[in-house]
């Protein structure tokens, strides 16, 4: 079947825009992610899902990041009022088990 | 705190030439390890987890508690191995991972 697909995969926008990003995740897999990849930095932690758990949020770096997931599919990942600094490469990757995950081509960010 | 350290950004090495890719961690409870790999254009992907023992591509890594390492090791490389590699730590089911290191093969 097909892999994680996320959507845009570029976006440019406005410093000051909102942005949505989207994750489409491997069907039946329980557990979603969410990271952030700076220009020559390592995969940052931002969000995780499990099933209907309540979602671990403490890799969010501020309150203009947020992320929903419905039931065990889709995630969009919003940051508001967009800074220089979020400019990136956003990873979404889905799991089966805690011990492998699959992820997605990522969905490179650019705020001017 | 748990942390996954890759202390080189990059490792040029000659084709044929042994590879150790360095990676340490912080972590107090006992360990899950993996390595990633993300060839050029493609996405990132598991390439093998200290659970399995496993050996894929002909990498090895072998987990030393004593000195918190986890080094990825291939006894001959091979040009198709050039790619970036991440280190990465399993923290109570999310994985955090190293910074990565860009591995370069040298024909």
């Known amino acids: 079947g097909a892999g994680v697909s996320q959507s845009p995969s570029n976006k440019v926008t406005e410093k000051g825009k909102d942005v949505e990003l989207r994750c489409d995740p491997i069907?039946?897999?329980?557990?979603l992610y969410w990271y952030r990849q700076r220009l020559g930095q390592g995969l940052e932690f931002l969000i995780y899902?499990?099933?209907?758990?309540?979602?671990?949020k403490s890799g969010l770096p501020s309150d203009r990041f947020s992320a929903e997931r419905t039931g065990e599919s889709v995630s969009t990942l919003t940051i508001q009022r967009t800074q220089q600094e979020d400019s990136a490469v956003y990873l979404c990757?889905?799991?089966?088990?805690?011990?492998?995950?699959?992820f997605g081509p990522g969905t490179r960010l650019t705020v001017t | 705190a748990q942390r996954v350290t890759q202390p080189e950004k990059l490792l040029s090495v000659f084709k044929g030439a042994p590879v150790e890719l360095k990676c340490n961690y912080s972590?107090?409870?006992?360990?899950?390890l993996f390595w990633y790999v993300q060839y050029s254009r493609q996405r990132l992907q598991l390439l093998l987890r200290?659970?399995s023992r496993e050996s894929i591509k002909g990498f090895t890594a072998d987990l030393n508690k004593g000195e918190t390492s986890f080094h990825l090791k291939k006894p001959f490389a091979q040009e198709e191995d050039s790619a970036m590699y991440y280190c990465?730590?399993?923290?109570?089911?999310?994985?955090?991972f190293g910074k990565g290191t860009r591995l370069h093969i040298l024909p």
């Open positions: 990757a889905s799991s089966p088990t805690r011990y492998e995950q699959y």
């Open positions: 069907s039946g897999h329980t557990a």
């Open positions: 899902f499990q099933g209907n758990s309540a979602p671990d």
């Open positions: 972590y107090s409870g006992s360990p899950e």
């Open positions: 200290h659970i």
């Open positions: 990465a730590l399993l923290v109570d089911d999310k994985i955090i």
